[in-house]
């Protein structure tokens, strides 16, 4: 990696050795958000209007997984074509419990995934624009 690498979002997730995605939890109900929410609680049965930030689990069970067919919607797309196929996995959060969908860790594919295989999560380059790498959070298969 690297010495100038930042986030293709901003605000999603920490870059360190042990990166985790960054959410928002309701002081009220404890209902967890990603991406982040901000100014109320999206429970319908909720009336909380606080909510901290709160790192997510680093690992989770796959819950749905496909190969991608089609280009993924932002920030995914990277500004040049990409040619490599990529599979997609939606993992639910060890202790949130929460469904966050994410591409796989490069070098992984469907072959590698099962429902309920445990994954963590990982941050690898997504493109480079002027030297700079741009990162993206992917889950990574994690051998039983
Ligand atoms: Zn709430």
């Known amino acids: 990696m690297s010495n100038t690498a930042v986030p293709a979002v901003e605000g999603w997730f920490t870059i360190t050795d042990q990166p985790c995605l960054l959410g928002t ?14 100014g109320f609680c999206r429970n319908p049965d ?5 909510l ?27 500004p040049s074509e990409m040619h490599e ?17 994410g591409q796989v860790a490069k070098g992984f594919g469907v072959d590698d995934l ?9 941050v690898e380059p997504l493109y480079e624009l002027d030297g700079v790498e741009h990162l993206i959070y992917r889950w990574k298969p994690v051998a039983p």
């Open 52 to 78: 901290e930030e709160v790192e997510l689990s680093r690992t989770g069970k796959v819950w749905s997984y496909t190969d991608a067919q089609y280009q993924p919607p932002p920030p995914y797309i990277p």
């Open 85 to 101: 196929p990529f599979a997609l996995a939606a993992v639910e959060l060890a202790e949130e419990q929460v469904v966050i969908l």
């Open 25 to 38: 939890r309701c002081t009220a109900c404890g209902t967890v958000f990603f991406p982040r929410a901000s």
């Open 114 to 122: 099962s429902v309920g295989a445990t994954v963590e999560l990982v």
């Open 46 to 50: 909720c009336r909380g209007r606080q």
